[in-house]
């Protein structure tokens, strides 16, 4: 296989790397694709930074050893703690996490005071704020994490085909965890997990006012473009494909990436660790 020919892995703890994949794939629409959910353990956001990195040191193995050109880490928790075991176990594949491309993205914007959302994991790592302060010298940055949200999106709880119930506890767990930020002068919210754009609209509702959400995928996506131009292993022709697996139930899988990203896998392998 020639080297432009070769896939770009993507992985996330679950379904919510979908959101990047599917900013990949409008990105790079020439470009084949491995996506691995590790749907047996997820939430990866209540886990400790050593099985996060255990995790996602097994996972890159296993992708490179597919023969993948770059790899990108789809998922916020494990991008910020645990992109050193990544790059170690990717054996020189250039790999492209999604924290840096959120910070890039909000300096760009040309905001000063930005409200981060995460797992608790995430958060606790403040590797976000170290990274928006590199790119927006003091720059006023208030991290909060909530745990909830990413089961809510597994759960398939942000489908209006779930019902009002479903809906009602997913706005109810977002008022709890980001109305008090209301009218507080944020300019700027980074989703800081790539499961919360499946509920950008409950969140906004929840924090109220004009404000700048910032969602990594589409810059995580430049990136990787320009990090396989400048190595020249952009696939020069052809319509790309994508293939899936995850760790755990396949179908479910399958089921949620259609209703939730309109995504529609013809078919998902399972790879258990």
């Given amino acids: 296989m020639k080297k432009g020919d070769r896939p770009i892995g993507v992985f996330d703890s679950g379904l919510g790397g979908l959101t990047v994949l599917a900013a990949l794939r409008r990105a790079l629409p020439r470009e084949n694709f491995i996506y691995f959910g590790d749907t047996a353990r997820v939430p990866y956001g209540t886990?400790?930074?050593?099985?996060?990195?255990?995790?996602?040191?097994?996972?890159?193995?296993?992708?490179?050893?597919?023969?993948?050109?770059?790899?990108?880490?789809?998922?916020?928790t494990a991008s910020s703690v645990a992109l050193d075991a990544v790059r170690a176990a990717a054996r020189g594949v250039e790999v492209t996490g999604v924290i840096e491309p959120g910070a890039s993205a909000f300096a760009a914007s040309g905001g000063r005071k930005v409200l981060v959302i995460g797992t608790a994991a995430t958060v606790s790592s403040r590797a976000y704020g170290r990274a928006l302060r590199r790119a927006v010298p003091?720059?006023?940055?208030?991290?909060?994490?909530?745990?909830?949200?990413?089961?809510?999106?597994?759960?398939?709880?942000?489908?209006?085909?779930?019902?009002?119930?479903?809906?009602?506890?997913?706005?109810?767990?977002?008022?709890?965890y980001?109305?008090?930020?209301r009218g507080k002068g944020y300019d700027s919210l980074i989703l800081g997990c790539t499961h919360y754009p499946l509920l950008k609209g409950i969140i906004a509702r929840?924090?109220?006012?004009?404000?700048?959400?910032?969602?990594?995928?589409?810059?995580?996506?430049?990136?990787?473009?320009?990090?396989?131009?400048r190595a020249g292993l952009l696939r020069p022709s052809g319509s790309g494909r994508a293939e899936f697996f995850v760790s755990d139930a396949p179908r479910r899988f399958a089921a949620l990436a259609s209703a939730l990203v309109g995504i529609k896998p013809r078919r998902v392998g399972v790879k258990r660790f």
């Fill in 47 to 76: 886990k400790s930074p050593e099985a996060v990195r255990q995790f996602s040191g097994e996972i890159t193995a296993w992708l490179v050893s597919k023969g993948i050109k770059t790899l990108v880490v789809a998922c916020n």
């Fill in 138 to 176: 003091g720059a006023l940055v208030t991290e909060r994490a909530c745990p909830l949200f990413v089961p809510l999106v597994e759960e398939g709880w942000s489908a209006p085909a779930r019902g009002r119930r479903a809906a009602a506890v997913t706005r109810l767990a977002a008022e709890e």
């Fill in 178 to 181: 980001l109305s008090r930020y």
């Fill in 206 to 229: 929840a924090v109220g006012g004009k404000i700048n959400i910032i969602d990594s995928a589409e810059a995580a996506a430049l990136e990787v473009r320009r990090t396989l131009a």
